[in-house]
């Protein structure tokens, strides 16, 4: 069963993380992984009060720097610093 999770997980961002991989330079594990965790962070309510419809496009929109660490209205303040440990981190 969790493994039919991370797969299912894994195609909602699959071809995103292809093409920002190439356009960025990002590994395509990094990426995915820098936008899994804040994905985690956040609370799946797709409020929309950040400017993205989703908050997986959200934890996207945060890694690539388009919107800043504590975009959402919701939880925001209080994932700020995590995020930025997972932004800073190289690996």
Do not use: W
Not at 45 to 74: H, Q, S
Not at 80 to 90: F, N, R
């Amino acid at each position: 069963m969790q493994n039919r999770r991370r797969k299912r997980q894994r195609n909602i961002f699959y071809p995103t993380y292809i093409a920002r991989s190439l356009i960025t330079g990002h590994g395509i594990e990094l990426y995915e992984g820098k936008i899994q965790k804040i994905y985690k962070l956040l609370p799946h309510l797709n409020c929309g009060r950040c400017g993205y419809p989703t908050c997986v496009e959200c934890a996207e929109a945060i890694v690539d720097g388009k919107i800043p660490e504590n975009a959402c209205a919701i939880v925001g303040e209080k994932i700020k610093d995590y995020v930025k440990e997972i932004l800073s981190d190289g690996r």
